[in-house]
């Protein structure tokens, strides 16, 4: 792969492969460390830390909107996790991802639209939705994405993750979310929120 830039799998059957990123700046992919932190801190989660790293996810659902290189979704897929869904609305973007894909050997939907757009039309449902926007999706967008994931897409007990930059105003959660928590990573946050 001869991408400008590569991020690896963390952990799993194809742990250490690299994944290239997209080029230019309308994605701001997930760093290894950031995806390693956000990986333990689902693990604890979902309950599987005493499982092999490849069951981790498995008999998980998993949503990656704003996909960028996919490295997040792929992750959850390289652990497990079936079905994997993973939203781009940049077409050439949306093909690096199915290479990454291929180039692991994982099983995962790429759908080349807009993470709303797919919210709004899916009946599919999702135990973890990833949301890691880029910069100019404002904190007011994925409010709005939110309560449709929170109508819609998410499973009981399901799980939203959202990456954003700490100069970034907190998203505020619809209220089917009985619980939320934020992390620091440098310069990003993860926000999670769950439902009942």
Same mark, same amino acid.
């Given at each position: 792969?001869?991408?400008?830039?590569?991020?690896?799998?963390?952990? $799993?059957?194809?742990?250490?492969?690299?994944?290239?990123?997209?080029?230019?700046?309308?994605?701001?992919?997930?760093?290894?460390? #950031?995806?390693?932190?956000?990986?333990?801190?689902?693990?604890?989660?979902?309950?599987?830390?005493?499982?092999?790293?490849?069951?981790?996810?498995?008999? *998980?659902?998993?949503?990656?909107?704003?996909?960028?290189? $996919?490295?997040?979704?792929?992750?959850?897929?390289?652990?497990?996790?079936?079905?994997?869904?993973?939203?781009?609305?940049?077409?050439? #973007?949306?093909?690096?991802?199915?290479?990454?894909?291929?180039?692991?050997?994982?099983?995962?939907?790429?759908?080349?639209?807009?993470?709303?757009? !797919?919210?709004?039309? #899916?009946?599919?449902?999702?135990?973890?939705?990833?949301?890691?926007? %880029? !910069?100019?999706?404002?904190?007011?967008?994925?409010?709005?994405?939110?309560?449709?994931?929170?109508?819609?897409?998410?499973?009981?007990?399901?799980?939203?993750?959202?990456? =954003?930059?700490?100069?970034?105003?907190?998203?505020?959660? %619809?209220? =089917?979310?009985?619980?939320?928590?934020?992390?620091? *990573? $440098?310069? #990003?946050?993860? *926000? !999670?929120?769950?439902?009942?």
């Amino acid at each position: 792969m001869d991408g400008e830039d590569v991020s690896r799998i963390i952990a $799993g059957t194809a742990k250490g492969r690299r994944l290239e990123t997209p080029k230019g700046d309308h994605t701001r992919p997930t760093t290894d460390r #950031t995806r390693e932190a956000l990986f333990s801190a689902l693990v604890n989660w979902f309950d599987t830390v005493d499982e092999d790293a490849a069951e981790h996810f498995r008999g *998980y659902s998993v949503l990656d909107l704003f996909a960028g290189s $996919g490295a997040v979704g792929l992750e959850a897929a390289n652990r497990g996790a079936h079905p994997v869904v993973l939203v781009e609305s940049d077409r050439a #973007t949306a093909s690096l991802i199915q290479a990454n894909a291929r180039h692991i050997g994982v099983q995962a939907e790429v759908r080349a639209g807009k993470a709303q757009g !797919y919210v709004d039309e #899916t009946a599919q449902t999702f135990d973890l939705v990833f949301m890691d926007p %880029p !910069y100019g999706v404002t904190t007011d967008e994925i409010e709005r994405l939110l309560a449709s994931v929170a109508d819609g897409v998410l499973a009981p007990r399901g799980l939203v993750v959202i990456e =954003r930059s700490k100069r970034d105003r907190a998203p505020e959660w %619809p209220a =089917r979310f009985t619980d939320t928590w934020e992390k620091k *990573y $440098g310069e #990003t946050v993860l *926000y !999670y929120g769950s439902v009942e």
